[in-house]
C-alpha cells in the first residue's frame, strides 16, 4: 500500500517565498479545472465563486440554504446557498475524486474556491507547505499536486493590496509611535443664577454682607 511521503523531486526550485506563498492548485471540479484554488487547512468550509459555478452550467435550483458564516474576509459573509460537487486530484491513470460541499459566496479574494479541512481529510491528503505541495493517496500510487506557479505570486501580491487597503476606523488610525490626543479640558460649568445675585450690607452690622437675587429689593 502507497504511504504519503516527501523527498529531493518535490523539492522546489527556488525556496524564497516558500513561507509567505499560498498553495494554490488547479483541480478539476465537475469537470471543469478550476484554477486559483487555496488549499487552507484551517478553513473550516469549502467556498466557490459564483463566476465559477455558472461556468459549470448547474443551474441555482441544486443550491441548498446555507447559514452565515464569518472569518474569510473581515465582514460578515451571506452565501448563495450549498451545492454538492465531485473534486478530482490526479491523471487520467491516476486520480482520485470525491464529493466536494461548497459554499457559493461572493468573497474578495484572488482565488476562485478554498478548499478547507473537511475536503483535506476526504481525500486523505497531506499539504506540504515548504515544498508547497499537496499528496494524495491514489489507487495505484500516491498523487504528487504541485502548487500552480503562474498563479502563486499573483495570488500573494493580490493578498498584501488587500490588507493594506483594509482599515476598521477607515485609515484614521494612530501609527503605533505616535502618543495618544490629550483628554480634552474639563469645563467648569456655572450655574445660570450665579450672575443674577447681589451682595448688600446688613443694617445691623454694615461689615457684614449677604447675597441676595438682584431682581429682591434690599429692604
Known amino acids: 500500500m502507497p504511504y504519503v511521503d516527501v523527498d529531493l ?129 491514489g489507487p495505484s500510487r500516491v498523487i504528487s499536486v504541485k502548487a500552480d506557479v503562474k498563479w502563486l505570486g499573483h495570488c500573494a501580491e493580490r493578498l498584501y493590496e488587500a490588507m493594506e487597503a483594509i482599515s476598521p476606523d477607515d485609515g484614521e488610525r494612530l501609527e503605533p509611535s505616535a502618543p495618544p490626543p490629550p483628554p480634552p479640558a474639563r469645563q467648569r460649568i456655572i450655574p445660570d443664577d450665579a450672575t443674577l445675585t447681589k451682595a448688600i450690607r446688613l443694617r445691623d452690622d454694615p461689615e457684614k454682607t449677604v447675597m441676595i437675587g438682584a431682581q429682591l429689593s434690599e429692604k
Not at 45 to 74: A, C, D, W
Request: glycine share 8%.
Open 9 to 137: 523531486n518535490d523539492h522546489p526550485d527556488n525556496t524564497a517565498g516558500v513561507s509567505i506563498l499560498p498553495v494554490v492548485v488547479t483541480p478539476t471540479i465537475c469537470n471543469l479545472g478550476v484554477e486559483r484554488e487555496l488549499v487552507d487547512g484551517g478553513a473550516g468550509l469549502n467556498l466557490l465563486s459564483p463566476k465559477v459555478f455558472h461556468k459549470m452550467q448547474i443551474g441555482e435550483r441544486k443550491l441548498l440554504p446555507s447559514m452565515p458564516f464569518y472569518g474569510v474576509t473581515v465582514w460578515k459573509m451571506i452565501p448563495l446557498g450549498q451545492v454538492e460537487l465531485p473534486g478530482t486530484f490526479g491523471e487520467r491513470v491516476n486520480f482520485r475524486t470525491e464529493n466536494v460541499v461548497f459554499s457559493m459566496a461572493y468573497f474578495d479574494l484572488p482565488y476562485n474556491a478554498i478548499l478547507g479541512h473537511s475536503t483535506l481529510a476526504k481525500f486523505m491528503a497531506a499539504v506540504h507547505y515548504a515544498y508547497i505541495t499537496l499528496k494524495i493517496l
